[in-house]
């Protein structure tokens, strides 16, 4: 729980120190987005580790997949059953979905 907080609280701190300009509208909302619905089991930042072990970090995903087949993943209802029992259904809106993308595109710049 403790640990659960701090991160918490760095995920807050990293959130300021981002420089606000470099972001789309798009991926801001993204941000908002993955950071209420994701953050408790993934890292969603450039930084940090996931507070579930099992959960990739965001910032990974463009390895692992087309960031574009994703947001189909997304659409359908999210990589059905991902992560086990614990895993919440997600069921986005296309906008909402549109700005998730934008916002793992930014943090997974082609390295
Ligand atoms: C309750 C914990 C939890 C939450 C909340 C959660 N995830 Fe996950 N997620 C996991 C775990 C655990 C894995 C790894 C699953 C595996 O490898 O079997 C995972 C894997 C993934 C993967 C990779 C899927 C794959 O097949 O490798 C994606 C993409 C993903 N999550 C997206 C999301 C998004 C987007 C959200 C928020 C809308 C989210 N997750 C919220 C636990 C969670």
Same mark, same amino acid.
Not at 25 to 44: D, F, L, P, Q, T
Not at 62 to 91: C, N, S, T, W
């Given at each position: 729980?403790? #640990?659960? @907080?701090?991160? &918490?609280?760095?995920? +807050?701190?990293? *959130?300021?120190?981002?420089?606000?300009?470099?972001?789309?509208? $798009? #991926?801001? @909302?993204?941000? &908002?987005?993955?950071? +209420?619905?994701? *953050?408790?089991?993934?890292?969603?930042?450039?930084?940090?580790? $996931?507070?579930?072990?099992?959960?990739?970090?965001?910032?990974?995903?463009?390895?692992?997949?087309?960031?574009?087949?994703?947001?189909?993943?997304?659409?359908?209802?999210?990589?059905?059953?991902?992560?086990?029992?614990?895993?919440?259904?997600?069921?986005?809106?296309?906008?909402?979905?549109?700005?998730?993308?934008?916002?793992?595109?930014?943090?997974?710049?082609?390295?």
């Amino acid at each position: 729980m403790i #640990a659960l @907080r701090l991160f &918490a609280l760095t995920l +807050a701190g990293l *959130a300021m120190a981002a420089p606000a300009s470099a972001q789309s509208a $798009s #991926a801001k @909302r993204g941000e &908002a987005i993955v950071k +209420a619905n994701c *953050a408790e089991c993934h890292a969603v930042l450039r930084t940090g580790e $996931s507070p579930n072990a099992k959960a990739p970090p965001f910032r990974t995903l463009g390895q692992r997949y087309k960031l574009d087949d994703l947001q189909e993943a997304l659409a359908e209802g999210i990589v059905v059953g991902h992560g086990g029992a614990d895993m919440p259904h997600f069921v986005f809106e296309p906008a909402e979905i549109d700005d998730i993308i934008a916002y793992l595109k930014q943090i997974n710049r082609q390295r």
